[in-house]
């Protein structure tokens, strides 16, 4: 079973590839990001179309049961009774694959196109390949250069992590919009003792900079905080000009100081 759900996602995986390639207003949002073609491709970046039914159809006609979509978390099925078909999770968003730290797709992580959309992050659900609070986006490419390194640089959204990689910041990882957890926190120690934390520079980010700094702390790892200039977000600097963002990150501070 477990065979069958990673070559579903696999398949989605491209699905949401082909759709990007067709749809315009979805690339030039990535290309006015500052993500260049090649990013796109090598991130495997992809776009679920504004329908209900689009990718459900399309793998139910290659062969796939309504049984496998659903427990690979890319459809949801509807109330008992209500007679109707189950539904994509992911419509009108930029789809992120999540995957294992092989390389595997194990998730997507879509996030939304249009301002009304709420959330504006969604990632799969768990699945017996997912666990939302253990994976990390990025560490199948970050984890041989954290290592090398001795530090990993955490970023919130998927936007901010492709472009930092782009920078030559490769040692980057991000949580996909969900707070970092004990786990997270646990895999990367296993890597680097040392990590850089690079957050929002607004009220948001930095709440969850003393949470994950709290957490940090406490597993014995050695803390420091990028201070991003007032409402800017690592993309916003990236975009401007990379070599600010390297220098953000050198003149980072240890935590305590930085709160204190």
Avoid: C, M
Wanted: charged letters at 30%; a negative charge.
């Amino acid at each position: 079973e477990k065979d069958k759900i990673r070559e579903v996602l696999d398949v989605a995986a491209q699905f949401f590839e082909k759709e990007l390639k067709e749809n315009k207003s979805a690339e030039e949002y990535l290309l006015a990001r500052g993500l260049t073609p090649e990013t796109i491709k090598t991130w495997h970046i992809g776009y679920a179309p504004a329908e209900w039914r689009a990718l459900y159809s399309t793998l139910l006609s290659t062969g796939f049961s309504q049984e496998i979509l659903i427990k690979a978390g890319l459809i949801k099925a509807v109330e008992a009774g209500a007679g109707k078909e189950p539904y994509d999770v992911f419509r009108d968003r930029l789809v992120f694959p999540l995957s294992d730290a092989t390389g595997q797709v194990i998730a997507f992580s879509g996030r939304a196109l249009s301002k009304d959309t709420e959330p504006k992050y969604l990632n799969s659900p768990e699945t017996v390949l997912f666990a939302k609070h253990e994976t990390l986006y990025g560490l199948d490419k970050a984890k041989e250069k954290i290592r090398r390194k001795n530090y990993a640089v955490l970023v919130e959204g998927q936007i901010d992590l492709v472009l930092s990689h782009q920078a030559g910041v490769d040692n980057t990882v991000a949580s996909s919009g969900t707070a970092f957890t004990a786990a997270h926190l646990e895999r990367l120690k296993r890597l680097s003792q040392r990590i850089i934390l690079a957050f929002d520079g607004d009220k948001a980010g930095e709440t969850a900079a003393e949470k994950a700094t709290g957490l940090a702390l406490a597993l014995g790892l050695e803390v420091k905080i990028a201070d991003l200039p007032k409402d800017a977000d690592p993309a916003d600097i990236v975009k401007k000009d990379p070599e600010v963002w390297k220098e953000i990150l050198r003149q980072s501070k240890p935590a305590i100081e930085y709160f204190l």
